[in-house]
């Protein structure tokens, strides 16, 4: 099933479950994944068995497993590249400080 047609839920169970299995095919226990990652053994089993995990624990035990990077592109933001007025091409470099809602 693509992402995209995932809830948040299955999306943290997808995530954990490839992790999971990308821990393994390292032949790291989850003891030696705390170890090396510096999360907590009872974190990684939550994270496994539920999806529940926060972001830097996540971000921690993604460099471990050598997935850091595709962390790099999220929320990225991808400018237009043809303009048809100088107004346009002013108003991509303004960057929003708040939202409006």
């Given at each position: 099933?693509?992402?995209?047609?995932?809830?948040?839920?299955?999306?943290?169970?997808?995530?954990a479950?490839?992790?999971?299995?990308?821990r393994?095919?390292?032949?790291?226990?989850?003891?030696?994944?705390?170890?090396?990652s510096?999360?907590?053994?009872?974190?990684?089993k939550?994270?496994?068995?539920?999806?529940?995990?926060?972001?830097?624990?996540?971000?921690?035990?993604?460099?471990?497993?050598?997935?850091?990077e595709g962390f790099?592109?999220l929320f990225?933001?991808?400018?237009?590249?043809?303009?048809?007025?100088?107004?346009?091409?002013?108003?991509?470099?303004?960057?929003?400080?708040?939202?409006?809602l």
């Amino acid at each position: 099933m693509s992402i995209l047609m995932m809830t948040p839920y299955e999306t943290m169970r997808c995530m954990a479950e490839r992790a999971r299995g990308k821990r393994l095919s390292l032949n790291l226990s989850q003891e030696g994944l705390g170890a090396r990652s510096g999360v907590s053994c009872s974190v990684i089993k939550k994270f496994e068995y539920s999806g529940k995990i926060s972001l830097e624990s996540l971000l921690k035990i993604a460099m471990v497993l050598g997935s850091l990077e595709g962390f790099a592109h999220l929320f990225h933001i991808t400018p237009a590249t043809a303009f048809s007025s100088l107004e346009q091409l002013l108003e991509v470099k303004k960057t929003r400080k708040r939202g409006r809602l």
